[in-house]
């Protein structure tokens, strides 16, 4: 059983950044892949980023390539969202997730076993 629990959203004006933090709890951590989602009202929730446990390697939706990074600490059981640029169509709900299949970033939202409860983030224009 791993659990989630993200913090770091709030409101902001298009242009600026902000960090989000997932942190988990369980020794197995380090096993699970993680990946962010994000979910805007009235749309379905959509694939944001995600890294592998494996090898580290990341995947990003088309959307915020070259805005946003993932990375994870394994010593502190946490993955983070770096967010730059941020554009009013990033505002959404935004969920951290794990992934049992710790080889590969998945970026489909049935693929992840455990969920956080989401942390809000709004862009002004």
């Known amino acids: 059983q791993v659990q989630l629990v993200e913090s770091g959203g709030g409101f902001l004006q298009a242009g600026g950044s902000l960090r989000l933090s997932c942190a988990a709890s369980g020794r197995t951590f380090s096993y699970y892949s993680m990946g962010w989602f994000r979910q805007a009202p009235g749309k379905e929730r959509e694939f944001v980023a995600a890294i592998s446990a494996s090898d580290g390697r990341r995947n990003y939706a088309d959307s915020v390539k070259g805005r946003f990074t993932i990375s994870r600490d394994n010593a502190r059981n946490t993955v983070y969202l770096q967010m730059n640029s941020l554009k009013p169509e990033d505002t959404a709900v935004y969920y951290c997730?794990?992934?049992?299949?710790?080889?590969?970033?998945?970026?489909?939202?049935?693929?992840?076993?455990?969920w956080g409860q989401g942390t809000q983030v709004t862009v002004s224009s």
């Open positions: 997730a794990a992934d049992g299949l710790g080889a590969i970033a998945r970026s489909h939202p049935n693929e992840y076993d455990y």
